[in-house]
């Protein structure tokens, strides 16, 4: 079963929005990832992922990002 989360990321437009989320879906265990302006809304396997693991992904493109 799926768990859903919103991540804030701060600073973040569209165009970087799809590219996380892009990268976010290449994670295992990862099912969707939908960006919005300043947040993506990310439906994963927590029994495969932390939430400390989705935010290492973000910030690993330099932004500012914790769970809303």
């Known amino acids: ?12 437009n569209k165009e970087a929005g799809e590219r996380i989320s892009q990268l976010l879906l290449e994670v295992d265990g990862v099912a969707k990832a939908t960006p919005d302006e300043g947040q993506i809304e990310v439906h994963y396997d927590p029994s495969r992922l932390t939430v400390m693991d989705l935010l290492r992904v973000v910030r690993g493109q330099g932004y500012l990002a914790g769970m809303l």
């Not at 079963?1 to 973040?12: D, S």
């Open 1 to 12: 079963m799926n768990t859903r989360i919103l991540i804030g990321v701060r600073g973040m």
